[in-house]
């Protein structure tokens, strides 16, 4: 009797368009909900639950700090399933995307800094339009079904991966403030003992978990943001490469288990939690502000020439191909598309203006205007250059 093959687990890549398509319509539903809230005669409700205490914390400290420490989990499991086993597996398969990423931090994070040159406290955002939101940017890829070829999907999703890579070190070198030494070294013991579980082969997930948690109150404590325990949770996850892995290693289980909850409820309650703004403030003089301004440049313009033009370069010299069957007005689509930085943006800049509610409502109205603005003229490149495409890579 013929053994049967073992099967791989499914991709990320098609994981991603099954349920992160589908969780980017689900924010973009929440984040419209927020701000119908935010300007109705609930608005007084709305800020007062997210601004109560609950065992020491707000509840919108627990959604940004506590909640999003799991999406960030989410985010580091995915990154090192994708640089070990997936679309980032070989650096042939990194240099488009990652040359791609990198012109779309550094393009938006110029523009920002341009705007606020002359104004110190506005330049802790310079990385807020550096980020692109997977969840949305999918989303709108999936209102568009089989036109847009397979390739640039997994192109996008690369990108996005280490736009997110790029944008957990910058949260960790440039937004740690007031850093406890001895909450430090706790920190760096609990990582130890996860390196070790996963050096001596140990697979159930139950004691990460619960030294990930101890992990996630000692950065708590730090002066480093919480969620870089979600990510440094997950980089000590076991994971064995594809030729001798199973569907059932513990990377896989907790990818797989914790995507829909992300998709679904994590960040569409960070969504709903922090897309609520006053449009009493969205006058012409607020949007020509330095920082709402430095934003939505950054994202609209920012990253489409940054993506775009790191991208052109990057094939042009022969450091990489270009995506299977796509054409050069669908990559600036996508290009177009990299400036919705709708979650990471938002988060990114809680962190900058931690004392501002002032520049944070700012931010809420450039991350707005510049993710709107990239994702209907992103659509609309794509809906008017590309044609069905056979579902298949």
């Not at 935010?38 to 205490?53: G, K, M, T, W």
């Not at 809420?364 to 250059?385: E, P």
Request: with cysteine; glycine share 8%.
């Amino acid at each position: 009797m013929l053994n049967k093959p073992r099967l791989r687990p499914p991709s990320i890549a098609r994981s991603f368009f099954s349920n992160e398509a589908a969780g980017g319509l689900t924010l973009m539903f929440v984040a419209a909900l927020a701000l119908l809230i935010a300007n109705s005669s609930l608005a007084p409700v709305y800020f007062d639950v997210l601004h109560r205490y609950v065992f020491g914390l707000s509840v919108l400290h627990w959604i940004n700090d506590a909640l999003m420490a799991v999406f960030f989990l989410l985010v580091g499991l995915e990154i090192k399933r994708e640089l070990l086993d997936g679309q980032l597996a070989t650096w042939s398969r990194r240099a488009l995307p990652g040359i791609a990423a990198l012109g779309g931090m550094i393009v938006p994070a110029a523009i920002f800094v341009a705007l606020n040159w002359n104004e110190p406290l506005n330049l802790r955002g310079w990385a807020i339009p550096s980020a692109t939101d997977i969840a949305f940017a999918l989303g709108v890829l999936a209102l568009l079904g089989p036109r847009v070829p397979i390739s640039l999907k997994i192109f996008l999703t690369a990108l996005a991966i280490l736009d997110d890579l790029g944008a957990v070190a910058i949260i960790a070198l440039f937004y740690a403030s007031d850093l406890s030494a001895w909450m430090l070294m706790l920190a760096a013991v609990t990582c130890v003992v996860l390196l070790a579980l996963n050096r001596f082969g140990v697979k159930h997930l139950a004691p990460y978990l619960i030294l990930g948690t101890t992990l996630w109150f000692f950065m708590l404590q730090s002066g480093v943001h919480a969620t870089i325990a979600g990510v440094a949770l997950a980089l000590t996850i076991p994971l064995k490469v594809s030729s001798g892995d199973s569907p059932e290693s513990p990377l896989h289980r907790l990818e797989h288990a914790l995507s829909p909850w992300v998709a679904f409820l994590i960040v569409p309650i960070f969504g709903f939690a922090n897309a609520g703004v006053s449009f009493a403030m969205v006058t012409p003089a607020a949007l020509l502000a330095p920082v709402p301004l430095g934003i939505a440049l950054g994202l609209f313009f920012g990253k489409q020439v940054g993506v775009f033009g790191f991208a052109w370069l990057a094939i042009r010299l022969n450091l990489a191909d270009m995506p299977r069957r796509a054409s050069w007005a669908q990559l600036y689509g996508v290009a177009v598309l990299c400036g919705i930085g709708f979650t990471m943006s938002l988060f990114v800049g809680i962190l900058a203006y931690p004392g501002s509610s002032l520049l944070q409502d700012q931010t809420k109205i450039g991350v707005l205007l510049g993710s709107t603005l990239a994702g209907v003229v992103g659509w609309v490149v794509l809906r008017l250059t590309s044609s069905k495409f056979p579902e298949e890579i």
